[in-house]
């Protein structure tokens, strides 16, 4: 049977090794602290090995017991990844490294994966960032999901019958920069091919490259109501992620930080728009004259889980419209709910969340189930091995109900024809009926 | 400061500035000037005393420091101006040293002001070196010898600080000494593109290398009384407004164009799309208050041509003419000299107080002023997307009060000696600003020679001032910099 090895039993280590061993799976978890690995072994049935995460004796000796994957997760970004790296060189298949600095981050999959063979770098920042950004647009229901870190979006709206494409077969739209995957109507999904045709009351799904979203929303006159006014409170990781990924959609953004020389390196990343204010997020004076009150979302990402709730409850009592708070104590979720906050994101389960996601996957990067399972979307990456590798794409023999939306590749992102190749590391993103993932699953 | 390593050191640029004169000693043979001798004797004095001064202190082997590179630029360029100003005396073109300093001061500083009323009697070997001063002045003396000469020191890297002009001086490559060849090759590059498309167009080969002399470096001296204008062709003005455009532009941009080999790098850049859109308002707004409220009969397409050259020469500090501004309204001729304040870019052979200079300062005005209504902000000065430190943001401003407080002081004193107040403060914007002609009786047809002595000594330190961006010469006044 497969066994999995978890480097730190961390918050994200424990609730992996919680996930693993209760779906089957052999784990064996390493850690320094005999303390923190009592309390594992305690609870769950897994082994449990004390020591460090990068020493290369251990890694063998998991190798040994037949570990075919090594997620490393302990507090340290460099002994993870030497942890993950090593593993790779003494032959465990499959290694996943977190890393929480963003220096690391600046290098693409391809560096990872194929040259130094972490097969999946996780940073908790950007998953929470992603995730809280992708909440903030979907208000207006236009964007749904992104894909390829935010390069490739996932658009979702209603034909109105103001819109000029209707009656139109789509092989006569031109789609520079998108293309439309699916199309809901009357309970049924459609998969359209060019002699389908756009009809008032249909629900569109288009897969667009990131940039273009007003650009195809104004081209179908679809309706939007979408955040304008976004205040942040905490410059950290995540709260400069969510700012640029917001500034990229021309949000207006207020972002408040306390360490003065943070507030000076924020300022000097983010654009001249943006406005960056030094103070505390509980500051109620600085909160009112910021006009935390009017904000369309405010949203609290210091690393002072306690002060995020605060600073939430401030911001809704000035009457913010919708209020985001993080928070890394599972146990504050519900607490969180009842005090009228609207969402909680906790960084180390989305993480852990995450992880798993590419465990049953495989080259799958991500996936989100739409419309109560009527259809998929999938973020697949072309492995050296796979075999869609040096086809073209009309060769590829993609069933009905399946289509690929974008490709992410080296030099940037395109939406594809049926003579565009895929090349090995190329991501794309794939909309399809459940029926079909088996087989697309085999084709990757 | 550590005096033996400084005339060691001085020794080798006296002795190559000596070397230098022989150019236009060879220049004036194949005419048949009688020159020659003056040229030589210029020589041997430079080349002797250098020589000397070398040879005396030779066992100095001490490296170049900060305050010794800071005195060396400045003392280099008070003793090449020296070295410069013997020719005009030898030959007997000027009779007392003041104007002769003046003129030579004016030629390596690139400012083009000049005490000469005729200059058609001057030999063909006098107007080459006083265009060729200009030539050696534009790209700077000293950089060129640190492209040049052997093995300088570790303070090459302060000796180029302190003759580049700009805010931020950045190196274009890790060795200075390559810096410095490239930039002199661009230099080189130009004038000979230069000298044969004005060739080519029918200009005497000696006037053409005269001008062109005078326009890469943005200078100004002209063979002609009358300047540029004196030709009255259309093809000389264009290509001369083109090069001009081109010095007044930073010479790392050009570098970067070439070594790429694409125009990005300029329309990136914030600093030469403002240089670029100041000279396109500035001549679309002269040229419509020439047409509506100019001279009599003159029409658009001769407006725009005049305007089009005058400002581009005025704003890279030039100073060649085609038309006598100062006959303009008095709107124009403000504008005119609101651009000789302004200079160029950095990094650009032109003077003046630098494009990038202005839009360091506006920005902070905004960002001071957006501070008071809003206390809890935190902005940061960026630059073409980056910040611009705040050590540079002070320098910047400093340098603007201190430019400011030179030009007062300086016109004051002009006014001491008698000099109305449009000449007197024309005057030294366009010294300190290393432009050339002024307005009033310092204006495009007018020369420097009749201001009384002690005003020549005052103008020949604002065009040094100018030229060096005011600190190199500023730390000499301050004691400590003296000690050992």
């Not at chain 1, 939306?405 to 009926?433: L, R, S």
């Not at chain 2, 400084?6 to 000596?18: D, E, H, S, V």
């Not at chain 2, 003392?75 to 007392?96: E, K, Q, T, V, Y």
């Not at chain 2, 914007?429 to 307005?439: C, D, E, H, S, V």
């Amino acid at each position: 049977m497969a066994t999995t090895a978890i480097v730190g039993a961390g918050m994200v280590g424990l609730s992996l090794a919680e996930r693993l061993a209760n779906g089957k799976m052999n784990v064996i978890v390493v850690d320094l602290s005999p303390e923190a690995l009592g309390q594992v072994g305690d609870r769950l049935d897994l082994q449990t090995i004390q020591g460090h995460g990068a020493d290369p004796r251990i890694i063998e000796t998991l190798k040994a017991s037949g570990t075919d994957l090594l997620i490393a997760v302990t507090d340290s970004n460099e002994v993870n990844m030497i942890s993950a790296l090593t593993a790779k060189q003494v032959g465990i298949k499959r290694t996943v490294a977190r890393i929480r600095n963003e220096v690391y981050l600046q290098g693409t999959r391809m560096i990872y994966r194929d040259l130094l063979g972490i097969d999946l770098v996780i940073s908790p920042w950007i998953v929470t960032a992603m995730k809280i950004a992708n909440t903030i647009s979907t208000r207006g229901s236009a964007e749904v999901e992104s894909f390829a870190n935010g390069k490739i979006r996932l658009l979702h709206f209603p034909v109105t019958s103001e819109c000029p494409l209707v009656h139109r077969r789509l092989s006569n739209i031109p789609t520079p920069g998108f293309l439309i995957t699916g199309i809901r109507r009357e309970g049924e999904m459609i998969v359209p091919g060019g002699d389908d045709e756009l009809s008032p009351g249909d629900m569109v799904w288009v897969v667009a490259i990131a940039g273009q979203e007003n650009r195809v929303l104004k081209l179908f006159a679809a309706p939007r109501e979408d955040a304008k006014r976004v205040f942040i409170v905490g410059g950290g990781q995540v709260g400069l992620l969510l700012a640029q990924t917001l500034e990229k959609r021309n949000i207006s953004v207020r972002i408040l930080e306390q360490d003065r020389a943070r507030c000076e390196e924020l300022s000097a990343v983010l654009s001249s728009k943006t406005a960056v204010l030094h103070g505390s997020g509980t500051d109620l004076n600085l909160l009112k004259e910021e006009h935390a009150g009017r904000m369309d979302v405010f949203a609290a990402v210091t690393s002072e889980h306690e002060s995020n709730i605060v600073s939430a409850l401030l911001a809704r009592r000035l009457g913010a419209a919708k209020t985001i708070c993080l928070s890394n104590r599972s146990d504050y979720m519900q607490l969180i709910q009842d005090l009228g906050i609207d969402m909680a994101f906790n960084p180390r389960l989305l993480t852990a969340s995450a992880i798993q996601q590419f465990l049953h996957r495989g080259s799958l990067i991500s996936m989100e189930i739409l419309e109560d399972g009527k259809a998929e979307i999938l973020e697949i990456m072309a492995d050296l091995s796979a075999k869609a590798v040096g086809r073209k794409l009309k060769n590829l023999g993609l069933p009905k109900g399946s289509i690929i939306g974008a490709m992410n590749k080296k030099d940037g992102v395109i939406v594809p024809g049926g003579d565009d190749t895929i090349e090995a590391g190329d991501t794309v993103v794939v909309f399809t009926v459940p029926e079909n993932i088996p087989e697309i699953q085999r084709i990757f | 400061m550590h005096y033996r390593l400084i005339c060691k050191t001085l020794g080798k640029f006296f002795f190559a500035t000596g070397l230098t004169l022989l150019l236009p000693l060879a220049w004036s043979l194949p005419y048949g000037e009688q020159d020659w001798q003056a040229f030589l004797l210029s020589a041997l004095i430079g080349t002797v005393a250098g020589g000397l001064l070398y040879f005396s202190f030779r066992r100095e082997k001490r490296e170049i420091g900060r305050r010794d590179a800071l005195a060396l630029v400045a003392f280099g360029w008070i003793g090449a101006a020296l070295l410069g100003s013997l020719p005009f005396l030898f030959s007997g073109a000027l009779d007392n040293f003041t104007d002769a300093y003046f003129e030579a001061m004016s030629g390596f500083t690139t400012t083009g002001a000049t005490v000469i009323t005729d200059v058609t009697v001057l030999s063909r070997g006098l107007l080459f070196w006083r265009s060729f001063t200009q030539w050696l002045g534009g790209m700077g003396i000293i950089v060129l010898f640190i492209a040049i000469l052997p093995y300088i020191g570790v303070g090459v890297r302060q000796l180029f600080k302190g003759e580049v002009p700009g805010p931020v001086k950045e190196g274009l490559t890790p060795r200075i000494q390559q810096t410095a060849r490239a930039l002199w090759l661009i230099y080189l590059g130009i004038s000979v593109i230069q000298a044969a498309l004005l060739t080519i167009g029918g200009m005497d080969f000696h006037e053409a290398v005269c001008h062109t002399c005078a326009t890469i470096a943005t200078g100004g001296f002209s063979t002609r009384n009358e300047s540029v204008g004196g030709f009255g062709s259309f093809y000389f003005e264009a290509v001369i407004i083109a090069v001009m455009f081109i010095a007044g532009a930073n010479f790392s941009l050009h570098h970067r164009m070439l070594s790429k080999r694409s125009l990005a790098a300029y329309f990136r850049d914030s600093e030469f799309r403002t240089y670029a859109a100041i000279l396109l308002a500035v001549t679309l707004l002269i040229t419509a208050n020439l047409t509506l409220a100019g001279p009599e009969g003159s029409t658009l397409p001769d407006n725009l041509r005049n305007a089009g050259f005058s400002v581009v020469s005025i704003m890279t500090t030039t100073g060649f003419g085609t038309a006598d501004f100062d006959q303009w309204p008095s709107f124009s001729r403000l504008l005119l000299v609101a651009l000789m304040v302004i200079g160029g870019s950095a990094g650009s052979t032109g003077g003046g107080i630098k494009v990038v200079r202005l839009i360091i300062v506006a920005k902070n005005a905004y960002v001071v002023t957006y501070r008071i209504f809003r206390p809890h902000a935190v902005k940061q000065l960026k630059l073409n997307r980056i910040p611009v430190g705040s050590e540079v943001v002070q320098t910047v401003n400093t340098f603007f009060c201190i430019f400011v407080f030179l030009f007062v002081a300086a016109t004051l004193a002009m006014a001491g000696l008698g000099l109305d107040p449009v000449t007197g403060f024309s005057a030294v914007a366009a010294t300190l600003g290393n432009i050339g002609p002024g307005l009033g009786l310092v204006g495009p047809t007018c020369t420097y020679a009749w201001i009384p002595g002690p005003g020549k000594w005052i103008l020949c330190a604002c065009m040094l001032f100018g030229r060096l961006e005011l600190f190199t010469v500023l730390c000499l006044f301050i004691p400590s910099i003296w000690k050992r």
